[in-house]
C-alpha cells in the first residue's frame, strides 16, 4: 500500500519559514519524481515544487527565489523549505509521487500565512 504522509504545515507570521516534509512508503522512492502542490480555498490546485529522481528541481512562478525542494532517498522523504512567506502562500499542500504511469497523493498538510 504506498503511503505519502505530510507534515510541518502550521501557522506562520509573513516573513517567516515553514518546512514541509514527505514521508513516502509503499514505492521504491528513489526511482519517483515527486512534487509539491498547493490549492487555496476557491482556487485550482497548482504546482508549487517539483523534482526528478535524477534531482532536477522545477518551481511554480510565484514562489522561485523563495522555496526550495530536495529529497533524501535514504529516508524516502521529500522536504520543501518555504522561506519569506506571504498571506497568498496559505494553502492545503499536498505531497505528489510519479512513476511512469503511477501518480500517487498525500493527505495534505495546511499552512495559513496569517498576522
Known amino acids: 500500500q504506498v503511503q505519502l504522509v505530510e507534515s510541518g504545515g502550521g501557522l506562520v507570521q509573513p516573513g517567516g519559514s515553514l518546512r514541509l516534509s514527505c514521508v513516502a512508503s509503499?514505492?521504491?522512492?528513489?526511482?519517483?519524481?515527486m512534487g509539491w502542490y498547493r490549492q487555496a480555498p476557491g482556487k485550482q490546485r497548482e504546482l508549487v515544487a517539483t523534482?526528478?529522481?535524477?534531482?532536477?528541481?522545477n518551481y511554480g512562478d510565484s514562489v522561485k527565489g523563495r522555496f526550495t525542494i530536495s529529497r533524501d532517498n535514504a529516508k524516502n522523504t521529500v522536504y520543501l523549505q518555504m522561506n519569506s512567506l506571504k498571506f497568498e502562500d496559505t494553502a492545503v499542500y499536498y505531497c505528489?509521487?510519479?512513476?511512469?504511469?503511477?501518480?500517487?497523493w498525500g493527505q495534505g498538510t495546511q499552512v495559513t500565512v496569517s498576522s
Open positions: 509503499g514505492i521504491i522512492f528513489r526511482f519517483y519524481a
Open positions: 505528489n509521487a510519479v512513476g511512469g504511469p503511477r501518480d500517487y
Open positions: 523534482i526528478t529522481s535524477r534531482g532536477s528541481t
